[in-house]
């Protein structure tokens, strides 16, 4: 079975958010333990990776030694982080495969993911990355081009678009390395945003992609049998934060649809992950899983989270 598990900002990070390579090889380690035993239970893993804290540290070196060095556009951030948690995870992989004496070769890919170069998102950026900034901070920003928001009291806050991932276009290579046996680390960040030009050329832009649907269009590419978005709760929870929160276990699309409309799922976080294992289950009529990273082998078995087949 092809399983493609999709690692949320807990797995890269400490416990309190906290970014440093100590911090991300520890949380590496950690979310690799559970990998590494889902590959000994015999799934053929596929593994992406969101990238939003490493991003934000490289936006804010871009922001401090801009006089020195020139700054590199948000796609080159988005390259960058996915090589540098690519080869982090893979030493923190084959380190977990040893200790459980299995034997498989590893490989991490860098790949670009098409979006539309008249994605509504463009006309109107919803993502805030970086860090809060002064408004004269912001304003020096704003005329090079920069999109700001004005956030409350924490101050103003960058904007990019958050396309729609149309392609995977390295998707190719992740399935020949899988077929091959290879556990892959691919598409972190949901890919490295590219457009196509009139005349064919690819052209990478300033944008971020969800990772959750980003691990869905992968999921799909590669003939994934499971989506597995890994994250920091058991399982998906409908009346979330009140005292009618209750956990969703075993669910058909329709009705898990039905329970995102009626706004269960909060935008910035759980609403993706849920809109990315419906476009999965839909798509494939496979099952897609929610759940937390200690409970991805019970997870795929359909024994734990929050488990969406087709209606
Ligand atoms: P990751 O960093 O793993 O991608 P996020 O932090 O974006 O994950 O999303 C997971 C978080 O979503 C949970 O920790 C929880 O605080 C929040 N959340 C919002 N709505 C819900 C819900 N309905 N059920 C469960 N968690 C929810
Ligand atoms: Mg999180």
């Known amino acids: 079975m092809r ?90 992989l084959e380190a977990a495969l040893e200790r459980r004496g299995v034997r498989r070769p590893t490989a991490a890919v860098v790949t670009r993911t098409l979006v539309a170069h008249d994605d509504p998102g463009f006309g109107r950026p919803t993502k805030p990355i970086g860090r809060y900034l002064s408004h004269e901070e912001a304003a020096a920003l704003i005329e090079h081009g920069q999109r700001f928001e004005e956030r409350g009291a924490k101050g103003w806050r960058r904007v990019v678009a958050s396309p729609e991932p149309q392609e995977i276009l390295d998707a190719g290579a992740v399935s020949v390395l899988a077929r091959a046996g290879y556990v892959v680390v691919a598409n972190g960040g949901g890919g490295i945003p590219v457009v196509r030009d009139l005349d064919g050329t690819l052209r990478g832009v300033e944008a971020v992609i969800d990772k959750d649907l980003g691990a869905a269009l992968l999921a799909q590419s590669v003939d994934a049998d499971r989506l597995v978005i890994a994250t920091d709760v058991d399982n998906a929870i409908i009346g979330y934060g009140t005292d009618q929160a209750q956990p969703i276990g075993k669910v058909d699309v329709d009705t898990m649809r039905g329970y995102a409309a009626d706004g269960h799922f909060a935008s910035g976080s759980m609403g993706p992950k849920v809109e990315a294992i419906c476009r999965f289950v839909e798509r494939s009529g496979n099952i897609g899983v929610i759940t937390s990273l200690s409970n991805i082998v019970a997870g795929v078995r359909g024994e734990s989270g929050t488990v969406v087949v087709p209606s």
């Open 3 to 92: 399983v493609l598990v999709a690692l949320g900002g807990n797995a890269m990070t400490g416990p309190d958010g906290s970014a440093g390579p100590d911090d991300q090889i520890a949380a590496a380690e950690l979310a690799m333990g559970a990998v590494a035993d889902l590959v000994a239970a015999g799934a053929d893993v596929v593994l992406t990776h969101g990238n939003g804290p490493q991003v934000g540290n490289l936006l804010v070196k871009n922001e401090l030694s801009a006089a020195v060095v020139p700054p590199v556009p948000l796609d080159w951030c988005g390259a960058q982080t996915q090589a540098t948690l690519g080869f982090v995870l893979l030493d923190a």
